[in-house]
């Protein structure tokens, strides 16, 4: 096994680009020919992990109106991106560390066991290795998921790509809405450096595209960005729109339960995957989603 089989763990909060990075080492590795298929384990329920990972065959349960392939084979010969590796649960990690340690598997309802060549990326803004010590996650596959280990800083510890990543989304954004913006000024720069990100690059990607929709002039004034200082006090309800409504009750669930994705959405009546949705969207990062 090469380098560019070697599996490999990205950490880090959420919005810190660890998808783009595993996209990248696919890119860059000796399988870029080969396909590269995402599952975002977090939005998988216990009922539809083993269909959704390794397919089915026709009658295999209820719905199972035809076979289906799981991502596994959809995966062979390039590979399979295990996104919020952190929140499979404990019962279904012998499963997964099976085809990881020997690359077979059956389809849910089938005896006929079947053999992929996969490599593994895997990405989490979980500690794993406090998940380990506390007996939620298992050791074993946790050394097989992190033969390398790439540990993505939070923006707020990267000041100089604060400002690259500025220019980088509008940029992008100018040429989306057909805008013609030549930059920031020093006092939108400075605001952009000052504040602390808690959804990273996803929520400076949102800010950026706001202030482009919002900008009169040929540049981006403070004003532009509506971003809110760590000093201000929490805006009252009737200033927000649905939108804004939905991102602070989402940010202030998880914050209350500290980061358990399963007690907050229990409390706000969604399922698991409609708030992980939500927190995407957001630019949430769940460990610090009660500081806004």
């Known amino acids: 096994m090469g380098p560019s089989d070697a599996n490999v763990l990205i950490t880090g909060e959420h919005g810190t680009g660890k998808e783009v990075v595993a996209h990248t080492l696919h890119a860059l590795s000796r399988r870029a020919s080969g396909p590269m298929v995402t599952v975002n384990l977090g939005g998988l329920s216990e009922g539809v992990f083993e269909s959704e990972l390794f397919g089915h065959v026709k009658g295999a349960f ?7 392939v799981g991502r596994f084979e959809l995966a062979d010969g390039g590979t399979l991106f295990l996104d919020e590796i952190g929140n499979i649960p404990l019962t279904l990690q012998a499963k997964l560390l099976r085809v990881i340690e020997t690359g077979e598997f059956e389809r849910v309802g089938s005896s006929r066991t079947r053999k992929v060549n996969v490599r593994i990326l895997s990405a989490t803004n979980a500690d794993l290795r406090e998940q380990v010590a506390s007996g939620r996650f298992r050791e074993d ?12 800083p939070p923006l707020r510890e990267r000041e100089d790509d604060i400002r690259l990543l500025a220019l980088h989304f509008l940029a992008e954004h100018s040429r989306r809405y057909h805008k013609n913006l030549t930059g920031f000024n020093d006092a939108a720069i400075n605001l952009l450096c000052g504040y602390r990100w808690p959804g990273n690059a996803r929520e400076l990607d949102h800010a950026v ?31 927000l729109s649905l939108e804004e409504v939905e991102r602070l009750l989402v940010q202030k ?40």
Not at 62 to 68: E, F, G, M, P, V
């Open 209 to 239: 595209e706001r202030a482009v929709l919002m900008a009169q002039g040929n540049t981006i004034e403070p004003a532009d960005l509506s971003l809110r200082g760590d000093h201000e006090s929490s805006p009252r309800l009737e200033d």
């Open 62 to 68: 209820t719905d199972a109106r035809s076979d289906r």
């Open 141 to 152: 596959l946790f050394f097989r998921l992190n033969t390398v280990e790439i540990r993505l």
């Open 253 to 292: 669930a998880v914050g209350r339960f500290y980061g358990n994705v399963t007690q907050a959405a229990q409390a706000l009546g969604l399922s698991r995957s409609a708030l992980y949705r939500r927190i995407d969207r957001y630019g949430l990062d769940d460990s610090n989603a009660a500081k806004q």
